[in-house]
């Protein structure tokens, strides 16, 4: 069974820093693309960052380049999202999801087949 658990959400001031964790079961990293996206209230879901090991590929959105690091830890079996200079703007909802090998070349959240529940991230002073 597939699961993806993330983590490490929560409220932070402008400026300040975060690091989620998505957590998978059921799958091995390398086989697939990992992608964070993230949804504000009244907005839609937005692609963030992507590592796709097997097809050596990372890919930021414009808005977090220079701020977010991606990366995964085949040991733990889980994906990470190191967030920095948060931004009121970085408020959102953050899920990770698992999608086909290539998936971080088109970054389409529509082939991404395995999502978790989601983590909120809340940037206000």
């Known amino acids: 069974q597939v699961q993806l658990v993330e983590s490490g959400g929560g409220l932070v001031q402008p400026g300040g820093s975060l690091k989620l964790s998505c957590a998978v079961s059921?799958?091995?990293?390398?086989?697939?693309?990992w992608g964070w996206f993230r949804q504000a209230p009244g907005k839609e879901r937005e692609g963030v960052s992507c590592?796709?090991?097997?097809?050596?590929?990372?890919y930021y959105a414009n808005s977090v380049k220079g701020r977010f690091t991606i990366s995964s830890d085949n040991a733990r079996n889980t994906v990470f999202l190191q967030m920095n200079s948060l931004e009121l703007e970085d408020t959102a909802v953050y899920y990770c999801?698992?999608?086909?090998?290539?998936?971080?070349?088109?970054?389409?959240?529509?082939?991404?087949?395995?999502w978790g529940q989601g983590t909120q991230v809340t940037v206000s002073s």
């Open positions: 999801a698992a999608g086909g090998a290539t998936g971080c070349r088109t970054f389409d959240s529509d082939w991404f087949d395995d």
């Open positions: 590592i796709s090991k097997s097809d050596d590929m990372t």
């Open positions: 059921g799958l091995t990293l390398d086989y697939y693309a």
